[in-house]
């Protein structure tokens, strides 16, 4: 038998008992380790998920790590005993977005584990064997469930092409801004700025590679070669083009709840700023993700605060909301 957490409408979540999944051809069953709660989760949860990006009934967990225990047909019985991680956006591998890497912007339309898919909120997650990436076999497996967000970070990364002695600012200090930090801090910036109006989260920013810590505010604008946005906040990435000084690079990977979120145009122009976008990531973030991670670069398991048994997953919704919670994990093996 099988648990697995259903959300079956905004607002109601049961625990489901059923047949051990079968892979299929190409497929492979995952044992689940662990697996991060996200803010889309609460969303997905209280009904905030935009049309389009959530079918109900379904089993959310979109962050997470575990071990192969059975393989399908046409499928590398090498991969059997694995540790892996693996992505969630399920392209048509067709169109031109697929071909150039990119399934996550796959035109076919949005199918992701966790939100259109069964996710990993469960014992096991079945899914394509081409979605995985194999870990040392000694890796920290509740670390590792944190990089489907490590793999969105590094898409910001790649796209801010930080370059030794640059400075630069991460806008929110969260899991996506501390990972940020992380990766940002490998390429020897003369100056790396966590901006964020939690104090309480300055020492832990400053841990994860930031030179100093500010609130909103204290930076000066028009200063930074490179600014990450990873808040998500009505404003943030407005702040994020201001602080970036002319000619220079700026990456917004948060969704606003206000849809009337603006960023001035004459900002962006008068500066000739390069602006980038991120909407999940590639099979490229996820491998430079998990090479970071297995190099030490990436640290993952400083922003764990919680684990909590697959049972109580929307006690952990509403930790998740509680000032101090960081990355919450839910696990089987603590039922």
């Not at 920013?205 to 946005?229: K, R, Y």
């Amino acid at each position: 038998m099988s648990r697995s957490v259903v959300v079956d409408r905004p607002g109601a979540s049961r625990l489901a008992e059923g047949e051990q999944p079968v892979p299929g051809a190409g497929e492979v069953l995952v044992k689940v380790s662990a697996a991060g709660l996200c803010g889309s989760d609460r969303e997905l949860f209280e009904g905030g998920r935009p049309a389009g990006f959530v079918s109900y009934p379904v089993t959310p967990g979109h962050e997470w790590s575990g071990t192969v225990v059975a393989a399908g047909p046409q499928t590398d019985p090498g991969l059997l005993g694995a540790c892996v991680v693996g992505e969630g956006h399920r392209g048509c591998l067709v169109c031109g977005p697929c071909r150039d890497g990119f399934p996550n912007l796959c035109l076919s339309g949005y199918d992701e584990t966790g939100f259109t898919r069964p996710g990993a909120f469960a014992d096991h997650l079945l899914l394509p064997a081409r979605l995985l990436h194999v870990l040392a076999p000694d890796a920290d497996m509740r670390a590792a469930a944190l990089l489907e967000p490590a793999a969105v970070v590094a898409s910001a990364v790649r796209h801010a092409a930080l370059r030794p002695g640059e400075t630069a600012a991460v806008v929110g200090a969260g899991t996506l801004g501390m990972l940020a930090l992380q990766l940002l801090a490998a390429a020897s910036p003369a100056r790396l700025v966590a901006i964020d109006p939690r104090a309480e989260r300055g020492a832990a920013a400053e841990e994860a590679g930031a030179t100093s810590f500010l609130s909103p505010g204290e930076a000066a604008d028009g200063t930074f070669d490179v600014v990450l946005e990873t808040a998500g906040a009505p404003g943030t990435a407005h702040a994020a083009v201001a602080l970036s000084r002319r000619g220079g690079r700026v990456v917004v990977t948060g969704i606003p709840a206000d849809p009337d979120d603006t960023v001035p145009t004459a900002l962006l122009v008068t500066r000739a700023l390069t602006l980038h976008t991120v909407f999940g990531s590639g099979p490229a973030d996820w491998a430079y993700a998990v090479r970071a991670f297995t190099s030490g670069v990436l640290r993952p398991a400083a922003l764990i605060t919680h684990e909590l048994p697959l049972t109580d997953f929307e006690k952990a919704l509403a930790l998740s909301a509680t000032p101090g919670a960081g990355k919450i994990l839910l696990r089987p093996d603590l039922d």
